[in-house]
């Protein structure tokens, strides 16, 4: 298949989109983000790449980090990892602190915010500091993407910081139930540090090789997790990557990714390919606009869908 | 690929493990039920049938039924049914009713029994009478699964008649919403009746065929869906189809499928075949023990999960 | 002190008010009332009775009731009742079916609709038929009010039938928690004929008279209830009294009493008399505007609050 | 009435129940209390003082110093502090969260900890300091309980802040809606230290004077808060100073109170006096438990209760 000649049309197609929704603007950091932006990348596992747009300019990839983070306590901890953290959907936001509270203490799944600092807090816990966590976050991230230059915006991080007391909340509320090692503020810092890395389109597609192909990057030739927690982290991406509209990406794109208040999205073609989107300005779900909407072009152009 | 041999391996294989878990006895009627049972078919669009063990013997298809009354009242109202229940996976049974009440009597998906509840009026609004509702809910189940006498077991309706009222309040919190257009009692009774139907595997294997090939089944030639429906109702079965287990199913099976309390559990491979599997006692989720086995080792030995 | 002087004044004083607010619309009966009425009646432990306004006129007592059959219930069951209905007040309205569902079905009060439909079932029970049970309920009312020809409005009765959703949501809900031994829909149908009783202000300030005298009618010389359970009535009406306003009732009336949404509000100074004040239009909490304005003048003037 | 004789005879009948409950251990300082304790005292508007018991040794007073900050903050703010803070019970511990959540971060009332926490929060901005507060706080308390040497327990408060986390998902909460001026971690220490403060029987039955006598100290002739404030602060001890048990307090005793999880309970007689009553070991609602009992007999003895 011609995947630049559909990248191409997507580009065309989804141009009056561009800059429709409403950039994320909970921190002033983010807010200043020029909407009017589109890039997409296609990685195959043969390594050939495929970009239209600003696929080369790197932003905030906020909650996309969290497919690195369980990837690497799976690798950690295994089925360990299943007694801190659920792999259900969850429901409205609304509910978040309802079923932490009835299910004491016990995050639904590693992509809602709860869920993704007790990841945090188990990788602090293997290495015993917050710095070496992250210097190891970062190098996961550089592996697995190939750039060794990929690094934090610390300007997002401290303003993630100043804004975030609901997810301090939630850090302590688990805490309270004994479900985090550390400090909930030591783990909220380095959870909001590590969503304040930034990538591009072009680096996130590579970074989902790995999961494409059973766990092994084809191009490193390097097995970062088994084929069944490969498996596992794709399932978990179809049914909890976009927070309340899990089940609309479901069917209108039918792949297992997941999206980032800074406007990516990463995606995963099982067998085939990774795939990054990005368009700041987001739908009211929280999911890019523009991003939504050039990946259901994909699958519909090239017939990819799982369903 | 030798579907029969494969599922003559699995019938092997999932045997000392047929029993285990627990019949659903919260109504007498199922209670009854010789746990030791079990059966599965397989058949492909171009309607060749593997079988093996019980795969004859009707049994209570419960839940499954809702995926017939949401195909059914898709058709009906296309797009304007989602503006009276949603698509995205629901949280823990406790949140039920409190989901109910914070998104004002507006169920999360088709899939719950409040949702079910609201599908099941629509039906009758449309037939206007809830013996001609019925009536066409057997007669759409007995044309895509090809059998003309399936029926409903008056005794189990009875039963769940004797022992619902957690549908019922339900089903009156709904109406108290103004989400119901019909009586709650006679929506809640019509939907015990539906779900009372009693199926073989083989019947269900079959009836699940126009989901796998687009809306169209294959054999009769007919659509009873567009091809965009089908694909809404497979994303709703892989995100919603488990209850609380939709994670651990999307992740073990990776199938589209849906479970009932019966021990039946069906599932669909886009593009390839509609599957039934059945054993009546149940793992803690409510979903049948040897059956869920059964269909990660169809999915392990063909490699048909869409992850 | 000249209570019929302070009565004058009041009704002078209250009269801006009087028709402020909003009558309950929720049943087309109780939405037809003309809310420019008002009436108080005060009655001491002696016997003399005290009058302004329209408090000969009967309405609609609503959930005054409540009292009634909790007096009731009590004294067949005394403190085996609170196996199945607590004595603590409850939070907002919201709270209502999550705290049922989180308390497993034991309503938090008896003054909280799913309480007082607990305490309805329990005299059901205990006279073994729905029709007896109102039959003695009226007795009761007659016996303490000492007029023989109160009853039902069977319009407000259907009417509240007729919409009375979520009340049948509770029931249910209760019933599946094994805490009703009826049927929930005679519950709450026997729940709102008790609602739609009608009487005067005169006659509910003489229905009283036993709470404010320790459980015994000073005039009658009849015992309706132990000293110990009249103070626990009278507790749980300063507690409970007032939905979600307990709070500013207890503040700004400083005496045990329970309103309806007919705009009726009992009140009992004990060891001195019953009150009762009635105008049908309501503030935000449900409550009588003028009514409780009235009873707040009432015991600035004679000094009676408790505080 | 010869108070001194009835206090001796109280503290002979409570006698087999001192020591009976359980310590609070949820903070190692308090689980070190010795349970077989127990004081009690009186003090009438004239002065006259009544004792038995250990009443001079002083205890954690923990939650009834919440009296003492909602009667500065009343009468900094006066009623625009109900905008930050409601008067009305709350529901379950479970509820907390959820009514937090639901009511957008503003606390039922100022008893339970999300409302003590709010309520510090203004003393903080309008002392612009935490330890001018707490100075303030301190200052307050030695001048109505007349004793000049009243002070924190450092242990106490740094075991609350090494264990406190769900007070301080609570204050996060609270901030992320925009309901504390300060910082949330501020609030709580500020929070917790006034909890440590350590008094006596004597001097706690003293600090209720000025609440038994309508806002003014009638041995200092000093008032420290308005009459209706008084009587709102009454008000909301009654309905809202036992955690879950308030209900139970009010039939039981009858008296507006306050109890701390050190085992000390205050209560107003208005008109009439002050009394406090301690005893560590804790019934299973964290009220002490032959401190509650002494209150009934109390009351009983005297005749002194509201109903």
Known sequence: MDYQKILDEIYKEVKPYIGKGKVADYIP????????????????????????????????????????????????????????????????????????????????????NAGAIVVTDSLISYYKDEFITLENILGFIREISKKGDININPQVAKSE?????????????????????????????????????????????????????????????????????????NAVMLTCGHYDASGEFAFHVGLPGKSGVGGGIVAVVPGKMGICVWSPALNRYGNSYAGTIALELFTQKTGLSIF
Do not use: W
Request: aromatic fraction near 10%.
């Open 161 to 233: 910081m100043e804004h975030g007391y609901r997810n301090r909340a939630l850090a302590n509320l688990i805490k309270s139930f004994g479900n985090l090692d550390n400090d909930p503020i030591t783990c909220v810092e380095t959870y909001f540090k590590h969503c304040a890395v930034e990538m591009s389109c072009e680096e996130l597609a590579h970074s989902m090789l790995f999961l494409a192909n059973r766990g092994t990057d084809p191009l490193l030739k390097k097995e970062f997790c088994s084929p069944t927690q490969a498996k596992r982290i």
């Open 29 to 112: 950091e983010l807010a200043k983000v020029n909407p009017k932006q589109f890039g997409m990348s296609v990685v195959t596992l043969d390594g050939e790449l495929f970009s239209v747009g600003d696929a080369q300019k790197r932003f905030s990839i906020q909650s996309i980090s969290k497919v690195f983070t369980f990837t690497m306590a799976l690798k950690m901890y295994s089925k360990e990892l299943y007694k801190r953290v659920g792999v259900e959907p969850s429901g409205t936001p609304f509910n978040s602190l309802v079923q932490l509270e009835y299910e004491h203490g016990k995050p639904r799944n590693p992509f809602i």
